[in-house]
């Protein structure tokens, strides 16, 4: 079983729609999520972080974190052409430190 | 501020070789970690740096080294090179608290191994 999994995808959805990217974790001790979009031949670029239960937004982003269940989402909504790209679920097992472990990513697409 | 930055961004070797690469952290940034990224294992992490020490390793062979300066600055080596270690090799800094431990990523470089 690997630490950290996402489904590859690709997570096909049209623009204007809300998209809905999953990510679980086996190790309950893990501290602190983030997830990044990554776009072909770049790096990673971070969307947000969230380390306590719930629900956080940023704009069009809202990560949502469930501790009991070990999993971790992210919803974008209003998706855009340009949101299309691989995003990559992080999970940090001890706080205060720079250990992060990634799943595989999900490739999202939004068809205009 | 300025992002991290990492030199040089491409390099091509044969193998056998050695290469070394930099890593420039974000102003204030005292944690520096090391990441491979290939198409069929993903994100993986080698190891980071941490005023100047080594506090966490990955699984990667004694061939992988780093070191980190007293700016913050980090080099990682790898020595006898492998065609398996063809990949795009990630720097990230961060300033670590213990409330916030957010990593920025650098451009990569992209390590070619003939």
């Known amino acids: 079983q690997k630490e950290v999994e996402q489904n590859s995808g690709p997570l096909s959805v049209p623009e204007g729609a809300i998209a809905s990217l999953n990510c679980t974790y086996s190790?309950?001790?893990?501290?602190?999520f983030f997830w990044y979009r990554q776009y072909s031949g770049k790096s990673p670029e971070l969307i947000m972080s969230i380390y306590s239960n719930g629900d956080k937004e940023d704009g069009r982003f809202t990560a949502q974190l469930n501790k009991a269940s070990q999993y971790v989402s992210l919803l974008i909504r209003d998706s855009q052409p340009s949101d299309s790209a691989t995003y990559l679920c992080a999970v940090n097992k001890a706080s205060n430190t720079g250990k992060l472990i990634f799943g595989q990513g999900t490739t999202l697409q939004v068809k205009p | 501020k300025a992002g991290v930055t990492q030199t040089p961004r491409y390099l091509i070797k044969t193998r056998g070789q050695q290469v070394t690469l930099s890593c420039s952290p974000i102003?204030?940034?005292?944690?520096v970690s090391w990441y491979q990224q290939t198409p069929g294992q993903g994100l993986q992490f080698l190891f980071e740096?941490?005023?100047?020490?080594?506090?966490n390793k990955g699984n990667f062979p004694g061939r992988f080294s780093g070191r980190q300066f007293s700016n913050s600055r980090s080099e990682m080596n790898v020595s006898t090179l492998e065609l398996g270690d063809s990949a795009l090799y990630l720097c990230?800094?961060?300033?670590?608290?213990?409330?916030?431990?957010?990593?920025?990523f650098g451009p990569g470089t992209r390590l070619t191994v003939l």
């Open positions: 102003s204030g940034h005292r944690s």
């Open positions: 740096y941490f005023s100047e020490t080594q506090r």
């Open positions: 990230a800094s961060s300033f670590v608290t213990p409330s916030t431990d957010t990593q920025y």
């Open positions: 190790d309950r001790v893990s501290q602190s």
